[in-house]
């Protein structure tokens, strides 16, 4: 079979061990040809393809990034269809593919697959809110990243006896924040699942601070104090006169400041927890995930995506990715609140 590759979404640390999993199983155990689609469904839409021989992708899973590139193009929406797709495959050969992406990735890979085209999929996203896999490649290592941030955040702020606000990813949920926070001793740790209002935030930070240490405040992007939902929309116009574009952390250090006295400092870590190379564990999950995504191709088990399971890898359908977020249960919130302040 030749089998074409993408990687469509957000980049995520881990993308290329997938390939690269994909790749050399697909050829040794079973002798199958791969070819990547250039930026994710745009390569498809366009019939924009790559080889992808066993040389290409040499030593690539500690490399950062996609080696294929990614964009947010949709299938579906954005030019092409199910039958220009299906056009491109025969003209190009291609019998199958395999795509790694978030939900909305595998929602297209889902209704294209319901239109005869032969899918497998594997779910990514640091956020690691994809209900349907236990973790997500990538995540494991965005998690790393941020709390070293964090503690570099801390000894500045020490220095300066400052309170420091650190925002992380996590448009959804906050899985991102919990462990970073957790990891780095975070005085208050603020998601999208849990309302949490600015008397409790200024109460931990003051806690904090009357023990003699400099507070340490970790905010998930997502995250709306209670009371504040239309803050976002309240940001004004920038030097530009464009709407500011500011995260949380920029609107809720001069709050906690005005409330607390104490000086405080913003920082929106952003895309760095999606750049660079990905931790040992990220990389094995991403391999065995790419090795488990050939497997399922060569079994023709289409419509179907590869995920965690405790420690074994299973198949499962699209729609069990598609629809239901994973999100940071209370219990897991209460235990790290324990610590707060
Ligand atoms: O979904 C992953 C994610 O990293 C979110 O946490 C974040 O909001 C978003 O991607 C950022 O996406 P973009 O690269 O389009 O700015």
Redesign the pocket.
Known sequence: MKIGILTSG?DCPGLNAVIRGVVLNGIKQYGHEFVGFLDGWRGVVEGDVIDLPRASVRGISKQGGTILGTS?TNPCDDGGGPEAIKGHMRRLGIDAMIAIG?EGTLAAAKRLTEAGLRIVGVPK???NDLDATDYTFGFDTAVQIATEAIDRLRTTGESHHRCMVAEV???HTGWIALHAGMASGAHAILIPERKVSMDQVTEWVTDAHKRGRAPLVVVA?GFMPEGAEAAHSHRGLDAFGRPRLGGIADLLAPEIEARTGLETRATVLG?IQ?GGVPTAYDRVLATRLGMAAADAAHAGAWGTMVALRGTDIVRTGFADALGKLKTVPEGRYEESAVLFG
Do not use: A, F, P, V
């Open positions: 957000g947010r978030g996203t640091i956020d990813m996590g448009r992007e895309h999606r």
